[in-house]
């Protein structure tokens, strides 16, 4: 077990990646309103985009605990973050169509973005168990837990006036973006 101080370093770079993969679930919420007059769904068409990445995550878990097992933890979780950011990033690009095609692509981005982000909470657990000796696990997985409440914290309102300024496309575009870039930071 690691006594040195590079787990700290590990652990805020857990909560910052976790920040991001939480803000990126939230896009969907902070912009549906102004997606869905757009694009012209309905709420039954927004519920099942709202749930379309929850669907693929469920059905991802124990594989990607599996890849993490197998090809190791930092090489799984850094594609998550870059598959599941270029497929928020795409998310943008629906806003050049309509109705059931919009729905269609958007539904099918959505599920592939749950599985990407599969392995970043099984991941967290596997980086904490190398990274921190049992007595520091708790607080350590309190730390990257906390950014699912400190990513709407930072993000929330960064998102809705994005939407209100330059429109929901860009809330896609600049999150996405985010996490492409954060991915040779992870490496």
């Known amino acids: 077990m690691m006594k040195n101080h590079v ?9 910052f990646a976790s ?36 669907w693929s995550y469920v059905i991802a878990q124990i594989p990607a605990g599996w890849l993490l097992d197998r090809f190791g933890s930092k090489r799984v979780y850094g594609a998550g973050i870059f598959l599941w950011s ?27 973005a749950g599985f990407a982000l599969a392995p970043a909470f099984p991941g967290n657990g596997r980086f904490v168990a190398a990274w921190f000796p049992t007595q520091e696990r708790g607080t350590a997985s309190a730390i990257f837990n906390s950014s699912q409440y400190f990513c709407l914290v930072l993000f929330a309102p960064f998102m809705g006036w994005i939407t209100h300024r ?7 575009w ?14």
């Open 86 to 112: 270029l497929f928020i990033f795409l998310m943008g690009f629906t806003g050049f169509l309509r109705g059931s095609t919009a729905l269609v692509v958007l539904f099918a981005l959505l599920f592939l």
């Open 166 to 172: 330059l429109g929901w496309q860009y809330v896609f």
């Open 19 to 54: 920040t991001v993969n939480y803000a990126d679930r939230a896009t969907l919420s902070i912009t549906k309103t102004s997606l869905s007059n757009d694009l012209g769904l309905d709420s039954v068409a927004m519920g099942y985009l709202l749930s379309a990445w929850a």
């Open 174 to 187: 600049a999150m996405g973006a985010l996490g492409i870039v954060l991915t040779p930071v992870w490496f």
């Open 7 to 15: 787990r700290y370093f590990i652990v805020s770079i857990l909560f």
